[in-house]
């Protein structure tokens, strides 16, 4: 996960999140806010008095914070406290007094998490390790160590160095992102004008579909009118022969039946030569011979097998490019 300070990923270890590396400057910051807190809040017990068995209730309201002992004094108890040897040297504060938390920070003194109390002083170069004076002598005796406020004026000098050449590059880092607002617009500008270029091939190619379709299809109508004529002609013919069959065949029975012998007589050869004339007419023959034959065919493109009729679209370099055929 990333750190919510620097942004560098960071993996949790077994332990928790308890196993993770303190940062104690942060936990300087909560305390110097409790602080500040507690002096917005206006109602703080002098903590010496506050302690004494029997007097709870003649507790004097503090006016001075010992940063050390993270303690709150009255005056009477403030001055007793600066007056013991051990607690001479510690920094007290006036509570109400308005003071930055920086400044609270700074004064803040840093004590060792092994050893409760005991303040930080020393630095080891070779652990990378702020200590205090027990950690020094049971742990880090034979290291090379040094007094932690030299060593800070050599990471102060790192750190300053590093937040310019940071500045600068943030700098450079600021000016790069108007840029992204122009190219964007560009972007937005270029991708208009290929979808407006697909759309052309597109339209194009669709009226020249519709052109061609329409071009068949008359073209087929055309094919239609022509052999429906034919089919027409040929069934009129055959009509035309049947009608024929049909007045000799009745017109003959009538004279078989009705006739003289004299009228039999004088048309018998006749009727026999217009039957045989019409017996000659093989009607089936004339119709195969006649009927025309289906021999249309539409034989489709395989533009289907092209991935896309329309064109592709390639991305080389930064922007994209279209191909439309």
Known sequence: MPCPLCSKEFTIPASGLSGIQK????EELISARKLSAREEAGYILCDACSSDVGRPSEAKPATK?????QKNYCDQCSRSHTKMKASA??????IGKELQKEEIVLRLPTTCETHKGEEIKVFCLECQLAICMMCFVKSHKTHYCSYI???SI??????RNDIDKISELLKKTERVLPRFEKDQNDLADYLADIES??????DKLIAAVERDRVKLLSEVESIRLKLVKQLE????EVEEHMAALESLKQYSEILLSSGTACD?????????SRAEELMMFDVISHVDSSLPSLNVKFTSLTLLDIENLVGTVAKEGLYPRVLCR
């Open 233 to 236: 002609t040929v069934k009129q």
């Open 65 to 69: 914070h010992c940063l050390q002992c």
């Open 23 to 26: 940062n104690f400057f942060t």
């Open 149 to 151: 406020e030299e060593v």
């Open 154 to 159: 050599d990471r102060r000098k790192q750190m």
């Open 264 to 272: 039999v007589t004088r048309s018998a050869n006749s009727l026999h």
């Open 89 to 94: 040297s510690h920094a007290v504060v006036e």
């Open 197 to 202: 270029g697909i759309n052309t091939a597109a």
